[in-house]
């Protein structure tokens, strides 16, 4: 639109968007500011001249053209020139819409990923963001009333302790800290803070108040299991009986056999080692217990809450972003028994550290690397990353958050995905000077961090399971059925591999692989062992016209 400025001498000008004066030759428009006026035979030659010298009479000439001009662009847009919404520059941005050749309508406001890409290819854009239909699954914890019953009694007594001892990573000690409750409730027993051993890999001595909410923890709880801060002075002396090898998937009423006279009889048992040891198929309310444990007593304490929400928020700011858990740490590819993809002389490292510690080999001995790659059970690297992705549909100027651990090989071996996808982000790129010293050297707490920003995230991809991945996908299904792709290895990787394969070929088979591999509701009896935390439907999640549990 024209704008109107007065200046002391009442000169008068008018300032025009650049496309209009583009789409005006230089020559008609300085002929227009500078030819002097004609003179005319006719009879109203005079009165003519006499307006031509008339600034406002040239003012509203131009005025007109400018007003045609606009007319014209509106209705004869050239398909290649976007009409953007600063129309004075053409920045690269710009420039790259233009070099693709797709043409962009904007209303002069900031668009968003899910509408317009930088590409400008609006649909296969918004599919990547769309997100899936729960299928109107939400919470549903409703306990039963045999369970309330008792309830009133496990709290109130002061006889029984449980205390454990959770190792592992932060997810790891996230998943027994969840049994050790459920086992607490089964024995009866008040719950002692589970203490946190320190970590042989990254040697991070945080304790549970470090790493979550404790206040928050009990008060959720306290209505379940009796969690204390230590053992009360009249059990301080007391020996407590230490279980170390308690077998895998035990049931509760093992658990009462086994553990119950002896815990009466001494009032505090000491469990260590609960990885997968308690059974996946529980009764209903302890699987609803498990959920309330999972999704909402453990909270991350305020620090690690505060800056991971404001992490978040940093990503979102442009728009949708996606999540990847990337697995590529040296520690990783020597416990997979896989090699990292890069040269000779880091599949030598992690060769040697193999020899050096053997019992960090959790994969099975017996398989080759190349086997162990086409079962399936080797985490993704970042050129295959990259690959699933774009066949995925992943727009270009993708927002991407990358949680993990410092990959084997550096910057280097993380550059398909950066090429490919520029705007790519960790936590130390976008935490500000100063937020992540107080977290420094714990990779408990940094983990806490990825493991917010990641949940928050429009979609979600791990390039490995392993006890985040789960973690998320649980919280994520709890939370909706946020998007979540699990990557289909073992179907996906013999096309990877067929190099005469057409790109749009590829990109066909790869979308029809994950077609069913986007985190829909899927029901956990559906597969025995499964874990409850992971798939919530049926036992923590429920639908208007499913049956609910006993008021």
Known sequence: MAKWKNHSRKLSYISIPSQIGNSLAASSLQSLLLSPPKKSSKNNASKFFSNSRNPRFWVFLLFLFSLLGMLKLGFNLDPL?????????????AQVLTDKGKSVLSSGFPFKAQEVGEDGEEGEETEFWKQLDGLGYRPCLDLSQEYRRYSAGIVK?????????????????????????????????AL??????????????????????????????????????????????????????????????????????????????LLRGLDSRLSKDLPSDLQKLRCKVAFHALRFAPPILDLGNKLAERMRSKGPYLALHLRMEKD????????????????????????????????????????????????????????????????????????????????????????EFPHFYNKNDLALTGELEPFANKASLLAAIDYIVSENSDVFMPSHGGNMGHAIQGHRAYAGHKKYITPNKRQMLPYFLNSSLPHSEFNRIIKDLHHDSLGQPELRTSKAGRDVTKYPVPECMCTDSTPRSVA
């Open 81 to 93: 020139l976007p009409l953007w919404p600063n129309p004075c520059s053409m920045g690269r941005q």
């Open 157 to 189: 007594d002061r006889t029984k302790y449980l205390m454990v001892v959770v190792s592992g990573g932060m997810n790891q000690q996230r998943n027994q800290i969840i049994d050790a409750v459920v086992i607490a409730r089964i024995l009866g027993a």
């Open 332 to 419: 990783v590819w020597v416990r997979t028994g896989c090699l990292p993809g890069l040269t000779d002389e880091y599949d030598e490292i992690i060769h040697n550290e193999r020899k050096l510690r053997p019992e960090l080999l959790t994969a099975r001995s017996n398989m080759t690397y190349h086997d162990r790659k086409l079962a399936g059970l080797c985490p993704l690297n970042a050129l295959e990353v990259t690959r699933l992705l774009k066949a995925l549909g992943a727009p270009r100027n993708a927002r991407i958050y990358w949680a993990g651990g410092p990959p084997l090989g550096g910057q280097e071996a993380l550059l398909p995905l950066t090429r």
């Open 192 to 269: 002692v803070v589970p203490i946190l051993q320190v970590n042989v890999i990254w040697g991070d001595e945080s304790e549970f108040s470090d790493i979550f909410d404790l206040d928050h923890f009990k008060r959720v709880l306290g209505n379940d299991v009796r969690v204390v801060s230590s053992l009360p002075s009249t059990h301080l002396m007391s020996r407590p009986v230490e279980e170390k090898r308690t077998p895998l998937h035990v049931s509760p009423r093992w658990i009462r056999q086994r553990y119950l006279s002896r815990l009466k009889r001494d009032g505090v048992l």
